[in-house]
């Protein structure tokens, strides 16, 4: 096998509905309003919702939008695409409760919001087509961004690249599925940790057009049991940044007061004691979190 393979990308293309062919984000655009939460967040929350087709591979009800306000000479004055994800469209998880995954969404994205690194792409709960639901700003890939997941020889990592596992790739074949030493990535992993996210996925890393990288998917997380399922495995056990620590100590703070208060309408009280147990318990360690030996560590499918 070559030194290095792409991991190809979820596919996450719309399947139109009526058979009309959805509007595509501009990536710049969408990358420079994902930077600007607060006209973001106006637009989710006011904005007329209409639904272009559903995303196939989604698990739950994921509809692909264009959210749009008007402006004053009945123009629209802003525009974006979105995911529309409709509590009414969740299947139901025998470790989650029924018609929580909307707002742990956001949550999520409220908590990222609190660490000052914009990792999440703005998000709101509010009512839609199909009732009450999660409503995110789409974030177009960079189509020329590099790779953030790749298969290696398996005797171990090139330069810059950091193990995941070894993967089985066909004909009796192995090869060493990695991701960049990246601060980007790094940052995701300290989210996830606190998160505990139990499905990060490749296909859930979103490289936008002005380089940040955005997390998206995240209704299944804040669990108050261990369930950190990533493939964000490279910094194991290796010593937190100083930032991440500094970040950590902040969102202690936050979560005793109003970031706490924002999640606790969508978290039960046991998850958000737990939540500010993780960010005590990363603190104290100093260290990435390892693998769980309870609990699987890879999702499935990986990517």
Not at 5 to 13: D, F, G, I, K, Y
Not at 52 to 76: E, I, K, Q
């Amino acid at each position: 096998m070559p030194a290095r393979e792409r991991v190809p990308a979820l596919n996450t293309s719309p399947a139109p509905v009526g058979g009309t062919e959805p509007p595509r984000a501009d990536p710049a655009g969408a990358a420079a309003l994902a930077a600007d939460p607060a006209t973001a967040l106006r637009l989710l929350r006011e904005g007329a919702l209409t639904v272009h087709g559903r995303l196939t591979d989604a698990s739950n009800a994921a509809l692909y939008c264009t959210v749009a306000v008007d402006g004053a000479d009945g123009t629209d004055s802003l525009r974006a695409q979105a995911v529309y994800k409709p509590v009414a469209g969740e299947r139901p998880l025998w470790d989650f409760p029924d018609g929580t995954l909307a707002g742990r969404e956001v949550a999520a994205y409220e908590l990222s919001a609190a660490t000052g690194w914009g990792l999440v792409p703005p998000t709101v709960l509010r009512d839609g087509p199909h009732g009450p639901g999660m409503v995110q700003l789409w974030v177009e890939p960079d189509p020329d961004a590099d790779p953030l997941l790749a298969l290696q020889d398996p005797a171990g990592p090139e330069d810059g690249w950091l193990p995941i596992v070894r993967a089985e790739v066909g004909d009796g074949r192995t090869a060493l599925l990695v991701h960049p030493d990246d601060t980007r990535l790094r940052r995701l992993a300290v989210l996830d940790a606190v998160l505990n996210n139990a499905d990060r996925k490749g296909g859930h890393l979103i490289p936008a057009a002005d380089g940040r990288i955005y997390g998206i998917d995240h209704g299944v997380t804040f669990h108050s049991e261990g369930k950190l399922r990533t493939l964000l495995w490279g910094w194991a056990g290796s010593p937190l940044p100083e930032e991440a620590a500094a970040v950590l100590a902040g969102l202690a703070g936050q979560l005793d007061g109003a970031l706490g208060e924002r999640l606790a309408p969508h978290l039960t009280a046991a998850e958000l004691d737990a939540t500010r147990a993780r960010v005590a318990a990363l603190l104290a360690a100093g260290t990435h979190p390892l693998p769980s030996e309870d609990w699987p560590s890879i999702p499935w499918p990986p990517i």
